[in-house]
Structures are given as structure tokens and as C-alpha cells.
């Protein structure tokens, strides 16, 4: 690895970004400066919209034509800002790579991920249509891709979030760049291939001597990757250092309320609630405590039939599932894919499921099936005693007005042609629920609970940070106040801070309107602190399932303990440890 003291493959300096939005000029980036070596990955963390992303996309010509950019930043001592288009394309791919935060609006979805991998390598390289597609195979391998052989020739919206995060990873491997701009690179992979992807980029930086910019709310993976750290707030880098000195002795008050908001992990004693101000530490008020103690009380004394998903509280499930066979149906030459088998689960009311494993094992298309966008191709699925197999479209539109969906991607859920504000209240005009000054005031107070300014309302989708469109799909979702919420990775694309806050969110909007929710996430720490049940899902089928206390704790299934072995944890020393004892056992 090249040292400090050798010159920088990039060095950024006072580099600024502004936008013209309704005759003003906004920053987005101020005075921004920092290095990185060959070799080196630099993280740059912060909260959405504190320009961490949009500095970075400056770098590579890639903003909005409303923008603006000033100041330096020079690859191998050559000027980017102001380059021209034609030159900025020479250098994209070859020298810069990127890795998006949203896939699906990264990949093209009219061709294949094959062929845009294959469109990548011939770009840049003489060489024919066969060996590049070798090439595309061999790298579709490398980032764990399930059976690249056939997935290789699949559209992007044929594969799990993970699965187009891992050919968008591999496209962008494709010639070994100087520099790779890594946005949110694992914010939708589970816990197991996101360590496998780190260690991907690692390996690349080690084989090529390549710097890497990390881009990320995720603390655990700036622990297990960061040699130095930028921390942003409102455009500005407030502090930069080395990362353990970033972990153990920060000294700007945002760097610690970051830090603080992370939620960790606990394997030893009982989790904790999410404190009121966002933050983590808190016990849980008494009353809160009881009901949770109750809760795993009677958990631990149900039979394992019950385990498998008897609901904690009384008046019926809101949810439930017995021996769920999902299918995706045969589309011209491709057969149909059974996605989920045997699948037995049940959510009572106000209760809190979290629903966990690896990305293509299932839990999003059970997710999507919950909400009929998937017929049941097999076996039983109730919600609110209502039977989705085999139920009318009319039926079918009655049950969706007490169940929402927060989607993972909202970059492809949200409209890009209706404002935020029309989005957040169509549900609620649809229902004929409000209208007028009343629908205006519904959206307000909704915009106001995910912590989003109500002067956003009339933006589009294109003009928001990922994080803050992240927040809009949760305000549509609870819209309508849901008997059941469907969270698909609800808080994948928001930063620690924030996340904090909407979790809260949830637990007091659960105490007003006693709603149930499916938790569909990779985060296990997020899942601990929500779900008072885990249930464990491996290539579509329910593997394990019981109190998260038993899940985390005393996990009885290998694939359960691999997950949590996989989990990145805030402490960079705990986290070199803990990689080191992965590599032991994989070698052993």
C-alpha cells in the first residue's frame, strides 16, 4: 500500500456545489477539501442532504444541469471540475468507478445486466463479444451473484435489491479503476454478502493500489473499511481524522450525537429501546418493559408450532400465513420460480415481526404477497381474516385499505411526475379520507412526523437525497393509519440519526393506532430494537423463528449464527477481531 506521504490520487479542494432551484442559488456542498491516497479509503458520513453524495457526484460531471460547481479536484494532478463532457467520458469507468445508492434507477431496465456489463467492458476494451462476456460471468462470480449463468441474461427488475446492488458492484470492477466513488455500496445487502462485498473491495484496493470513497450512514462499515473519515453537516466537512481517532475521541458535537445514534448490536444483555430524543441508551419505561417481559414470557412457553409465529396479543392475527407457497409465473421461455415454500407465519395485532435472511431468500416477495402483488400460488394467507388465496379483485381492494408498504427502493416507488406532497396525500384523496385544506393540513403533519420541512411538498422525487425520499414512502404508507405496515427495509437509505427518530416514529404511532408490522430488513441491530419476534428465512423457506431475545442470543440454526458472526459493528478494533476470527473459520 502506498504510504501518507506519497501524493494523493485525488486531492479536493475548497470544492463547492449549488443548485438553482425557483430562481435561487442553494449550496449543497461548501469549501469542501480532503485527499485520498492510493490505497486509502476515505468515508464520508453524515446525514441525507449534507452533501456527501452530491460533492462526490461533482467529481465525475454527473449533477443535475441546475447545478453549479467551483473549486478543484484533481485525479493524478488533473483538473476535473470544468473538464469537458467528451474527456469526463474517458475517465469514467477507467479511472473512476461508481457504485450507486439505487440500483434499479442506476441499471438500464430495458437491457439486460449481462449486456450492460458486456456494453461496459467493450466501451473501454478491443475485445469481442464472447470474451466479454466471459469477462462479465467471471465478475458476476466474484460478488456472489446466485447461479450467474442464467441471472447473467435476466432484466434488472427480475432480480432482489441485493442481487442488482451485486451487478451494479461488478460492473463498475470491470477495468480496475484508480478511484472508486462507492454510494451506499452495501445500504441493500444482507449482513453475510455485505461482508463478502467489503471484503471484495478490499481485495481491490490491495490488488491495484486503488483509493476508495466511501459513502455511507452505515458505522459498522466504516468501521471495517475506513482508514480516514470526513464527517459532513449542512454542506460542510465539520471533522476529519483518522478513523479510530474518529471512533474513540471525537471532538465535534455532531460526530457524537452521530455515534450515539448508532444502534448496536447488544448479544449480552437485553436490548434496549430507542430513547426519545433519536437517540440509543435509554431503558425502556416501565411500562413498556412490562409488556416486553410478558411478551417473552409467554413467547418461551408456547410450543414450537406456536413459535413458529402465534401472536402475542388477543382479538385474532392480523396476519397469517400457514404452508404460503409463493411463485413467480412463467413469462415466454423463462418457467416459473417458486420463491417461497412451506412459508407459516402470524402477526397479531400491535405486534412487531421482524423478518430477516439473505437478499433472494423470500422475505420481500412474502412482503409483496401480504399486499396482493403476488397471488398465493399455494397454501393459506390471511390478513385481517380476510383469505388473499384465490380472492377477487373487488375483495382485493377492500383488503389493501388496512395494509401499507414501505418500499426498499423508493428512487422506482415514488412517482417522478407528482410532487412529494400530492404523493404523500393520493392515498388519502384516493379514500376519500380528506380533501382540500383538510388533505393539505394531513400532509403537512405527515411530512412533519418523518422530519421532512413542509416548504418540500412541492419537489419531485429527482430533487431529493435518497434518505429523504425514503421518508416520503414511509409518510404515504401511513397515510391511511394501517392496521398492518408491510416495512420492506424502511430505514435501508436513511442515515443513523434520522433512522433513530423514524424507529421511534413507529413505536409511537403503534401506541396510538395499535397497528401490526412485518419488518422486512438485513440490519439486525434495527431488527432487535423493533421486533419483539425474528423469523428467519434461507432460499425461501423459514429456517428458525422465536423471541428476538432467543434468535440473537441462542440461536439454534448455523445459518442464524452465520448472520450475526457477518454483523459489522461501530468499533474498529472490535471489528478487525471479529473479521479476523470470520477468516480463521472459513480457512479452518
Known sequence: MTGPAAAPIL???????????EGQWFPAAIDVSYDVHAGEVVAIVGESGSGKTQSSMALVGLLPSNARVSGSAKLDGRELVGMRT??????????????????MTALNPVYTIGFQIVETIRAHSAVGPVKARDRALELLRLVDMPDPATRIDYYPHQLSGG?????????????????????????????????????????????IDSGIILITHDMGVVADMADRICVMKDGRVVEAGPSRQIFYSPRHPYTKLLLAAVPKLDLGPPARAVAADGGRGADLPASDDAERSTSDDAE???????AAGAPSAAGGPVMAAERLILEY????????????????????????????????????????????????????LKVAGRELAGISARDLRRARQGVSIVFQDPGSSLNPRLPIGQSIGEPLALHRLARGKELDRRVADLLEQVKLPASLRNRYPHELSGGQRQRVGIARALALKPKL??????????????????????????????????????????????????????????????????????PTQPYT??????????????????RAALRAAADG
Do not use: W
Not at 300 to 306: H, I, N, V
Not at 492 to 517: I, K, M, P, W, Y
Open 163 to 207: 442481487q442488482r446492488q451485486r451487478a451494479m458492484i461488478a460492473q463498475a470492477l470491470v477495468l480496475d479503476p484508480k478511484l472508486l466513488i462507492a454510494d451506499e455500496p452495501t445500504t441493500a445487502l444482507d449482513v453475510t454478502v455485505q461482508a463478502e462485498i467489503l471484503g471484495l473491495m478490499r481485495d481491490l484496493r490491495r490488488r
Open 329 to 380: 409465473p412463467r413469462r415466454g421461455r423463462t418457467p416459473a420460480f417458486r420463491a417461497v415454500e412451506d412459508f407459516s407465519l402470524t402477526i397479531g395485532p400491535g405486534e412487531v415481526v421482524g423478518l430477516v435472511g439473505e437478499s433472494g431468500s423470500g422475505k420481500s416477495t412474502v412482503g409483496r404477497a401480504v399486499v396482493g402483488l403476488l397471488p398465493v400460488h399455494g397454501g393459506s
Open 485 to 554: 405496515l408491510i416495512a420492506d427495509e424502511p430505514t435501508s437509505a436513511l442515515d443513523v440519526s434520522v433512522q433513530a427518530t423514524v424507529l421511534d416514529l413507529f413505536s409511537e404511532l403503534q401506541r396510538e393506532h395499535g397497528f401490526a408490522c412485518l419488518f422486512i430488513s438485513h440490519d439486525l441491530a434495527v431488527v432487535e430494537l423493533v421486533a419483539s419476534r425474528i423469523a428467519v428465512m434461507s432460499k425461501g423457506r423459514l429456517v428458525e423463528s422465536g423471541t428476538s431475545h432467543d434468535i440473537l442470543r441462542n
Open 86 to 103: 467528451a474527456e469526463l467520458q474517458t475517465i469514467r469507468g477507467a479511472q473512476i468507478a461508481m457504485v450507486f445508492q439505487e440500483p
Open 11 to 21: 486531492r479536493v479542494s475548497g470544492l463547492n456545489v449549488d443548485f438553482y432551484v
Open 300 to 306: 418461551r412457553s408456547t410450543s414450537d408450532d406456536a
Open 561 to 578: 449464527r452465520e448472520l450475526i458472526a457477518a454483523v459489522p459493528v461501530p468499533d474498529p478494533d472490535l471489528q478487525a477481531e471479529r
